[in-house]
């Protein structure tokens, strides 16, 4: 009996995944993604196995166009295997489906939209739980069967690929509005929230709105502290965009900032469930903590406080140890461990690789305020006041929005009154934390 051609597309071989692990993806394929798609009543065809040295030949793009389904795993994928997919979104309305490791590299993009299915691994990269994995990889084809379309062009944009002038003449005045709406945003964030709330009132139904100028609103509410906004503004997204990690975020971000910090936990948590640590998810995760361990140790909860702050620790920790790039949670790692009592002695072997990672970011490129923030933190704990001065006055000249020199002065606070406390004095940092909080309130 002739069954259909299901198409693989996947790494071959052992490839290193997060930690340096290797991930042995010929046995994922035999033990889990070949029996899977022969159980589904199909015939698996692996991509790699028809590569002739590396290169994307007319065969593989005839694979890609007329093989009926499709298994993609995009577990440390290399740039080809996305573009693999990028095809076969393009010219296939459905029977695609997406998987990944758990734990072995966050995706480059959100893959919510992919409905990307997680798979899990032991520690020699093998997959575990293959009898539930293999099951849900089945059922996934199976639906796939069916002919419903998973592609989000497909779903997006009626008539595709067959597009009319009429819609593209719509697409362009959608634009020109989104436009519009941004060149507004800019004058309003500086009027306040109530010019934002008009403007909102002025767009009319936002999941009809190009995503761009959406985020920029939810942005622009951030930037003037208006946390409830952002939460409402969420609610009314189309669920694609809603759905997406650097919205979940902010959300999470929001949640936090108006008390409900239960709330944000749960959603940086599951975001770090499906798409791994990120030094973003992880550095809101700290930020969490961080704010509860202030509040605990504010009503005299000590126990709970100490607690608190070795959460708020390790969350920063695992952020920068996602991306090593990203000096932002290796800073705040830092600080919090000055202020344990007693000083955590991993901060000795972390503050130079924090000192590397930021002046790395400066040398690639131009550098924004956390950048100078950074070295302004590291020099105020080196007590390096030259340092301090010269990184300050960087920073002040970079400010975009009110928050950001208020956490930076806060930092200080928080290093200067622990310093005191064992007898140190930092006083020379108290004046730098006053012309933040000048800054702040004239961004």
Same mark, same amino acid.
């Given at each position: 009996?002739?069954? &259909?051609?299901?198409?693989?597309?996947?790494?071959?071989?052992? @490839?290193?995944?997060?930690?340096?692990?290797?991930?042995?993806?010929?046995?994922?394929?035999?033990?889990?993604?070949?029996p899977?798609v022969?159980?589904?009543?199909?015939?698996?065809?692996?991509?790699?196995?028809?590569?002739?040295?590396?290169?994307?030949?007319?065969?593989?793009?005839? *694979?890609?166009?007329?093989?009926?389904y499709?298994?993609?795993?995009?577990?440390?994928?290399?740039?080809?295997?996305?573009?693999?997919?990028?095809?076969?979104?393009?010219v296939?309305?459905?029977?695609?489906?997406?998987?990944?490791?758990?734990?072995?590299? *966050?995706?480059?993009?959100?893959? &919510?939209?992919?409905?990307?299915?997680?798979? @899990?691994?032991?520690?020699?990269?093998?997959?575990?739980?293959l009898?539930?994995?293999?099951?849900?990889?089945?059922?996934r084809l199976?639906?796939?069967?069916?002919?419903?379309?998973?592609?989000?062009?497909?779903?997006?944009?009626?008539?595709?690929?067959?597009?009319?002038?009429?819609k593209?003449?719509?697409?362009?005045?959608?634009?020109?509005?989104?436009?519009?709406?941004?060149?507004?945003?800019?004058?309003?964030?500086?009027?306040?929230?109530?010019?934002?709330?008009?403007?909102?009132?002025?767009?009319?139904?936002?999941?009809?709105?190009?995503?761009?100028?959406?985020? +920029?609103?939810l942005? &622009?509410y951030?930037?003037?502290?208006?946390?409830?906004?952002m939460?409402?503004?969420?609610g009314?997204?189309?669920?694609?965009?809603?759905?997406?990690?650097?919205?979940?975020?902010q959300?999470?971000?929001?949640?936090?900032?108006?008390?409900?910090?239960?709330?944000?936990?749960?959603?940086?948590?599951?975001?770090?469930?499906?798409?791994?640590? &990120?030094?973003?998810?992880?550095?809101?995760?700290?930020?969490?903590?961080?704010? *509860?361990w202030?509040?605990?140790k504010?009503?005299?909860?000590?126990?709970c406080?100490?607690?608190?702050?070795?959460?708020?620790?390790?969350?920063?920790? @695992?952020?920068?140890?996602? +991306?090593?790039?990203?000096?932002?949670?290796?800073?705040?790692?830092?600080?919090?461990?000055?202020?344990?009592?007693?000083?955590?002695?991993?901060?000795?072997?972390?503050?130079?690789?924090?000192?590397?990672?930021?002046?790395?970011?400066?040398?690639?490129?131009?550098?924004?305020?956390?950048d100078?923030?950074?070295?302004?933190?590291?020099?105020?704990?080196?007590?390096?006041?030259?340092?301090?001065?010269?990184?300050?006055?960087?920073?002040?000249?970079?400010?975009?929005?009110?928050?950001?020199?208020?956490?930076?002065?806060?930092?200080?606070?928080?290093?200067?009154?622990?310093?005191?406390r064992?007898?140190?004095?930092?006083?020379?940092?108290?004046?730098m934390?006053?012309e933040?909080? *000048?800054?702040?309130?004239k961004?």
């Amino acid at each position: 009996m002739l069954t &259909s051609l299901c198409f693989v597309l996947m790494p071959c071989g052992k @490839k290193p995944g997060n930690g340096g692990s290797p991930i042995d993806f010929d046995f994922v394929y035999d033990v889990l993604i070949r029996p899977a798609v022969e159980k589904a009543g199909l015939t698996p065809l692996r991509a790699d196995k028809e590569m002739n040295g590396g290169f994307i030949d007319k065969p593989m793009f005839e *694979r890609l166009i007329l093989c009926e389904y499709a298994v993609a795993d995009l577990t440390t994928a290399p740039a080809d295997v996305f573009y693999e997919l990028g095809i076969r979104r393009a010219v296939r309305p459905g029977r695609t489906v997406v998987i990944f490791a758990e734990g072995a590299g *966050r995706l480059p993009f959100d893959g &919510s939209p992919l409905r990307a299915l997680p798979y @899990k691994l032991d520690t020699g990269g093998r997959p575990i739980n293959l009898a539930k994995t293999q099951a849900a990889v089945i059922n996934r084809l199976v639906e796939a069967q069916k002919g419903s379309a998973d592609s989000s062009i497909f779903n997006l944009v009626e008539n595709y690929p067959h597009i009319d002038h009429t819609k593209t003449d719509v697409f362009r005045d959608r634009i020109s509005y989104s436009n519009a709406i941004r060149d507004k945003l800019t004058a309003a964030r500086k009027q306040g929230v109530a010019a934002l709330r008009d403007i909102e009132k002025q767009i009319g139904n936002i999941a009809d709105i190009e995503s761009g100028a959406v985020i +920029d609103l939810l942005l &622009s509410y951030r930037a003037v502290k208006a946390w409830a906004e952002m939460i409402d503004l969420v609610g009314k997204m189309a669920l694609p965009l809603a759905a997406t990690v650097m919205v979940q975020e902010q959300l999470a971000y929001a949640l936090n900032r108006i008390g409900k910090s239960e709330e944000a936990e749960k959603i940086l948590h599951a975001l770090i469930e499906k798409c791994g640590p &990120s030094s973003e998810t992880c550095g809101l995760l700290g930020r969490v903590f961080k704010d *509860r361990w202030e509040t605990a140790k504010t009503r005299g909860a000590q126990i709970c406080a100490r607690a608190l702050l070795d959460n708020a620790i390790e969350a920063y920790l @695992k952020g920068f140890e996602a +991306d090593w790039r990203d000096a932002y949670p290796g800073i705040n790692a830092v600080t919090l461990m000055e202020l344990k009592d007693p000083p955590d002695p991993r901060r000795f072997k972390l503050i130079p690789v924090v000192a590397y990672a930021v002046e790395r970011r400066i040398a690639a490129g131009t550098p924004d305020y956390w950048d100078q923030a950074t070295l302004l933190e590291l020099a105020v704990l080196g007590n390096d006041q030259q340092k301090a001065t010269s990184a300050l006055e960087n920073a002040l000249s970079l400010v975009r929005e009110p928050w950001e020199p208020e956490t930076t002065a806060r930092n200080l606070r928080l290093i200067r009154e622990t310093r005191a406390r064992r007898n140190q004095t930092l006083a020379w940092a108290e004046p730098m934390e006053e012309e933040l909080e *000048r800054a702040a309130e004239k961004a």
